[in-house]
């Protein structure tokens, strides 16, 4: 069984970082695309990061030059370093993983087959 676990967030002052994993268990990255997302309380996900298989990589704006996403994908591991953290990153964070054959949509929710369950950033003023 495919499974995607995120760990690290956490409650942070503005300014601080972070630094969300997503394991992968049942499946590799080797082959896959893999994306980050976050959802506030009562608005939609919304696309933070994603990384190709070439280990080219894709930011929203409102996270570039702020936040890094890369892989180890010896240890089937993602990560997303997340600095200078504001009060607006706050929410639910989501990694996620599109395999072959590959969506080419990796901006939408729509084009990832494994999801994990979130894990949760708060960042206070």
């Known amino acids: 069984q495919v499974q995607l676990v995120e760990s690290g967030g956490g409650m942070v002052q503005a300014g601080d970082s972070l630094r969300l994993s997503c394991a992968a268990s049942?499946?590799?990255?080797?082959?896959?695309?893999m994306g980050w997302f976050r959802q506030a309380p009562g608005k939609e996900r919304e696309f933070v990061a994603a990384i190709n298989l070439g280990g080219s990589t894709d930011y929203a704006m409102s996270v570039k030059g702020r936040f890094a996403i890369s892989q180890d994908k010896a240890k089937n591991t993602g990560f997303l370093q997340m600095n200078s953290l504001k009060p607006e990153d706050t929410a639910v964070y989501y990694c996620a993983a599109d395999d072959p054959p590959y969506s080419r949509q990796y901006r939408y929710t729509r084009g990832y087959d494994y999801w994990g369950q979130g894990t949760q950033v708060t960042v206070s003023s």
């Open positions: 049942g499946r590799t990255f080797s082959n896959s695309v």
